[in-house]
């Protein structure tokens, strides 16, 4: 797995970003790839046990969900919303068909002994120039001065469009524009491609469904009776012949989250972390499906732009090469969550 880290602008720290090339393997990948590695450059703790390697006590990450609204009306030249082969409403293709957003809070994610615990992280907010721009989670002083900008590690679009294509997602920011329908993502710099929610495993007993944003793996879940389905995954992803005990959820922070703003009124996603429905790795929220996303062909498709960002900015100092914690060791820990931990425990 190689990383890098880019920026769009060599006299501006706007924008940068973490890229990955590639998810871990799912079929024979090695749980243990994280040991060894020196956790107290980030101020984290390793916590490892039998199973392998555990969360990173001090671990945290910074996320904001924002509603996407959109427009479902026939266009002034002539064009009529989206559908599917199946006539199912899909997300615009144009960024001038998203009409703007609801942004959210901006919250942060510590990784506890007892699991995860989110509180809105005050310092931060959501900031995007304009239609169609690319936006991001930015620092701010009391005066509402930018100050600095957290790396960018994950962003996801994700949409419910009807019963039947409950959950469609793409790795990016759709509102920006050029998204195509199809059914595998392909790699591209300029395209934006929709696919299934897709679900990916370790081949180490763990059991564990990990949710991707890239069509990698299979619309299933890994084990039987799941207790998050179908709150946060859909009915249709149970797997009735499975013979395993499922494990737990976790995955791309970005899609996991969105799953669960489903349970958020139309405008109000925050709420579902300002009131900890998701708290120590465990969701405490309705164990129904969400009640706030379209049941039939006719309504109009949810959708949700979710951007995580690495805690790597220090308080009280300048956003500086000097100063910031290593992106590339924030990132290790925040993947090791990802990819080498449960998320979402089973109730």
Same mark, same amino acid.
Request: with cysteine.
């Given at each position: 797995?190689?990383?890098?880290?880019?920026? %769009?602008?060599?006299?501006?720290?706007?924008?940068?970003?973490?890229?990955?090339?590639?998810?871990?393997?799912?079929?024979?990948?090695?749980?243990? %790839?994280?040991?060894?590695?020196?956790? %107290?450059?980030?101020?984290?703790?390793?916590?490892?046990?039998?199973?392998?390697?555990?969360?990173?006590?001090?671990? #945290?990450?910074?996320?904001?969900?924002?509603? =996407?609204?959109?427009?479902?009306?026939?266009?002034?030249?002539?064009?009529?919303?989206?559908?599917?082969?199946?006539?199912?409403?899909?997300?615009?293709?144009?960024?001038?068909?998203? /009409?703007?957003?609801?942004?959210?809070?901006?919250?942060?994610?510590?990784?506890?002994?007892?699991?995860?615990? !989110?509180?809105?992280?005050?310092?931060?907010?959501?900031?995007?120039?304009?239609?169609?721009?690319?936006?991001? !989670?930015?620092?701010?002083?009391?005066?509402?001065?930018?100050?600095?900008?957290?790396? @960018?590690?994950?962003?996801?679009?994700?949409?419910?469009?009807?019963?039947?294509?409950?959950?469609?997602?793409?790795?990016?920011?759709? #509102?920006?524009?050029?998204?195509?329908?199809?059914?595998?993502?392909?790699?591209?710099?300029?395209?934006?491609?929709?696919?299934?929610?897709?679900?990916?495993?370790?081949?180490?007993?763990?059991? @564990?469904?990990?949710?991707?944003?890239?069509?990698?793996?299979?619309?299933?879940?890994? *084990?039987?009776?799941? #207790?998050?389905?179908?709150?946060?995954?859909?009915?249709?992803?149970?797997?009735?012949?499975?013979?395993?005990?499922? *494990?737990?959820?976790?995955?791309? /922070?970005?899609?996991? !989250?969105?799953?669960?703003?489903?349970?958020?009124?139309? *405008?109000?996603?925050?709420?579902?972390?300002?009131?900890?429905?998701?708290?120590?790795?465990?969701?405490? *929220? #309705?164990?129904?499906?969400?009640?706030?996303?379209?049941?039939?062909?006719?309504?109009?498709?949810?959708?949700?732009?979710?951007?995580?960002? /690495?805690?790597?900015?220090?308080?009280?100092?300048?956003?500086?090469?000097?100063?910031?914690?290593?992106?590339?060791?924030?990132?290790?820990?925040?993947?090791? =969550?990802?990819?080498?931990?449960?998320?979402?425990?089973?109730?």
């Amino acid at each position: 797995m190689s990383l890098f880290i880019g920026s %769009k602008s060599a006299s501006s720290r706007q924008g940068s970003y973490i890229y990955r090339d590639k998810h871990p393997s799912f079929s024979h990948g090695s749980r243990n %790839k994280y040991r060894g590695r020196d956790p %107290k450059v980030s101020g984290a703790t390793l916590v490892e046990n039998e199973a392998g390697d555990r969360p990173l006590t001090g671990t #945290s990450f910074l996320f904001v969900v924002n509603e =996407l609204n959109n427009n479902y009306e026939a266009q002034a030249h002539g064009s009529e919303p989206l559908r599917d082969q199946w006539l199912n409403f899909m997300p615009p293709e144009r960024a001038d068909e998203y /009409l703007d957003e609801w942004p959210g809070m901006v919250f942060r994610y510590l990784q506890e002994p007892q699991g995860g615990v !989110i509180t809105p992280a005050d310092e931060y907010r959501w900031y995007r120039p304009g239609r169609g721009h690319e936006g991001h !989670i930015v620092r701010v002083d009391t005066a509402g001065n930018i100050t600095g900008h957290p790396v @960018i590690c994950r962003q996801a679009t994700i949409f419910s469009c009807s019963n039947h294509l409950p959950v469609i997602v793409g790795p990016g920011d759709a #509102s920006l524009g050029n998204s195509r329908v199809v059914r595998h993502v392909l790699d591209s710099d300029n395209m934006f491609y929709w696919s299934l929610l897709h679900i990916s495993r370790w081949d180490d007993g763990s059991n @564990i469904s990990y949710v991707n944003s890239e069509g990698r793996g299979v619309p299933s879940v890994v *084990g039987r009776n799941p #207790s998050w389905i179908p709150s946060l995954v859909p009915q249709v992803y149970s797997n009735p012949n499975a013979n395993l005990v499922s *494990g737990g959820l976790s995955g791309d /922070l970005s899609v996991l !989250i969105g799953l669960m703003a489903f349970h958020s009124r139309v *405008g109000r996603a925050s709420d579902v972390f300002i009131s900890q429905k998701w708290h120590h790795n465990r969701w405490i *929220g #309705s164990q129904h499906a969400p009640t706030h996303v379209p049941r039939t062909q006719e309504e109009n498709p949810r959708g949700f732009f979710v951007q995580v960002c /690495l805690d790597n900015l220090v308080r009280g100092l300048e956003d500086s090469d000097e100063n910031n914690i290593r992106a590339e060791d924030c990132l290790q820990h925040v993947l090791a =969550l990802e990819w080498h931990s449960v998320l979402v425990r089973e109730n």
